[in-house]
Structures are given as structure tokens and as C-alpha cells.
Nanobody
């Protein structure tokens, strides 16, 4: 069955970096546009970035552009999010998502604090 397992979150100081991973299974990963979303406490889930299935063209939310990089390894069925220059407002649970599949993983917690 379709499954996403997000990992790589943790506690980091402002200005630090984290690399998130999403291990996908149960579908042909390479055929899907993939997304990272995040949700902070009391707030709506918001789009962070997405990457196309073929060209691997990437797009970013204004709040993360220049700091985050989305990438994928189709041979490993894995989506990544490299997060640099982290800010407290990046604190959220981060989720991956495949376009056309209405499914989410458990998410991974990112906390940016001194």
C-alpha cells in the first residue's frame, strides 16, 4: 500500500540546518510530482516546496526561497528537503505529499529555538 515515512527532524538553533527525508513506497514514485508541506501549532498546513516528476524543476514558498532546497532520488524512492539558515518561524511538523494521491505520512517535527 501507499506509504510515506518522514524523518530527519529535530531541535536546532536559529541559523542551523536540517535535512529531511521522505521514504515513499506503494506507488511509482518517479511518475509523481512531490511536495513538502508544514503545519505549525494552531495554523493551517502550508505549502513549502514541490518538485516535478520528470524535469525535477522546483518551486518554493516565498518564506523559504533561498534557504530550502527540495530534491529527489528516484532510484531510492526518496524525497528530501535541505533546510539552511533556519528561523524560529520554520518550527512545524513537516509532511511530504504526492500529487494525485490523497495521502500523508506521520510527519517529522522541526523545532528551531535557542
Amino acid at each position: 500500500q501507499v506509504q510515506f515515512v518522514e524523518s530527519g527532524g529535530g531541535l536546532v538553533q536559529p541559523g542551523g540546518s536540517l535535512r529531511l527525508s521522505c521514504a515513499a513506497s506503494g506507488f511509482i514514485f518517479r511518475n509523481y510530482r512531490m511536495y513538502w508541506y508544514r503545519q505549525a501549532p494552531g495554523k493551517e498546513r502550508e505549502l513549502v516546496a514541490f518538485i516535478s516528476s520528470v524535469s525535477e524543476s522546483a518551486s518554493y514558498a516565498d518564506s523559504v526561497r533561498g534557504r530550502f532546497t527540495i530534491s529527489r532520488d528516484n532510484a531510492k524512492n526518496t524525497l528530501y528537503l535541505q533546510m539552511n539558515s533556519l528561523k524560529p518561524e520554520d518550527t512545524a511538523v513537516y509532511y511530504c505529499y504526492a500529487y494525485g494521491l490523497g495521502l500523508w505520512g506521520q510527519g517529522t517535527q522541526v523545532t528551531v529555538s535557542s
